[in-house]
């Protein structure tokens, strides 16, 4: 089994920066594309960042040159350094990850989430 754990969260004001943390966990599985998601109340969930197993980056919008994604692949661990956040950032991050199991298998796992919440 393979489990993600968020942390990093909370209330900041506007302007603000936070740095979320996703550290995967378990055994018999390799990590590919990675991604932080958020989804504020009323509203899809949406792709915020992503990154690849080997460092390509995407990001939407509303967050370039504000966010950065990044990921260690020997502590299993991705980062969202978040800069600049604006009320419309609060949301439930969440982190996903694309794992293959040894033994054989795709996964999409999620973690638990965690709520980031800009405001004054």
């Known amino acids: 089994q393979v489990q993600l754990v968020e942390s990093g969260g909370g209330l900041v004001q506007p302007g603000g920066s936070l740095r979320l943390s996703c550290a995967a966990s378990?055994?018999?599985?390799?990590?590919?594309?990675m991604g932080w998601y958020r989804q504020a109340p009323g509203k899809e969930r949406e792709l915020v960042a992503a990154i690849t197993r080997g460092g390509s980056t995407n990001y939407a919008d509303s967050v370039k040159g504000r966010f950065t994604v990044s990921r260690d692949n020997a502590k299993n661990t991705m980062y969202l350094q978040m800069n600049s956040l604006k009320p419309e950032d609060t949301a439930v991050y969440y982190c996903?990850?694309?794992?293959?199991?040894?033994?054989?298998?795709?996964?999409?796992?999620w973690g638990q989430g965690t709520l980031v919440t800009v405001s004054s």
């Open positions: 378990g055994s018999g599985f390799s990590i590919n594309d």
């Open positions: 996903n990850a694309d794992v293959g199991r040894y033994l054989g298998g795709f996964f999409k796992v």
